[in-house]
């Protein structure tokens, strides 16, 4: 069966998350060596709060950011793979998808709730949650969706 069009736009998505997640992981890279760099010379950051300048320098420990580099390259691979899964119809991907999107649901409506909770109402960042529950809603939705799980070779 030809994948869906829409499968395919799921793909280069996770494709592009992957992407996302390796500049994330060059960033802090560099913000690293750059904070390594400016503790190394005793150079005050100017105009910077002291814990902000701190939470800088911690950058500079190499245990903090291998463990976050470890993460980021994991998501990196995880999305590469889950967007060669999908581009080759694979249905754990599918699977896989399924999972993470209502993760995401439920992530976004709990941060939406403490957000409102804890800050207050803002109408541009509510505005935004109920857009990505709305997305990520509607890709759990579109994949279980009978004739998408024939595309996966899943039964109906």
């Known amino acids: 069966m030809k994948r869906p069009a829409a499968v ?10 992957a ?12 913000f690293a060596r750059l904070a390594a760099d400016l503790q190394q010379y005793g150079v005050e950051l100017p105009g910077v709060p002291p814990q902000m300048a701190e939470m800088v320098f911690r950058l500079a ?4 950011v291998a463990a976050i580099l470890v993460v980021l390259g994991f998501f990196a691979v995880l999305f ?8 080759k ?35 541009l960042s509510l505005g935004l949650d109920l857009l990505f529950i709305v997305v990520y ?5 579109y994949l279980l969706q009978p004739q998408v799980k024939r595309a996966f070779g899943a039964a109906p």
């Open 89 to 123: 119809l694979q249905n754990w991907a599918r699977l896989i998808t399924l999972v993470l999107m209502a993760l995401r649901v439920v992530m976004v409506v709990a941060g939406t709730l403490l957000s409102l909770l804890l800050v207050g109402f803002d109408l």
């Open 19 to 30: 992407v996302l997640f390796a500049l994330l992981a060059g960033m802090l890279l560099w």
């Open 80 to 87: 590469v793979v889950i967007g060669a899964g999908l581009w």
């Open 61 to 64: 420990e190499p245990g903090i």
């Open 8 to 17: 395919t736009i799921l793909a280069v998505l996770h494709w592009l998350e």
């Open 137 to 141: 809603a509607w890709i759990v939705w």
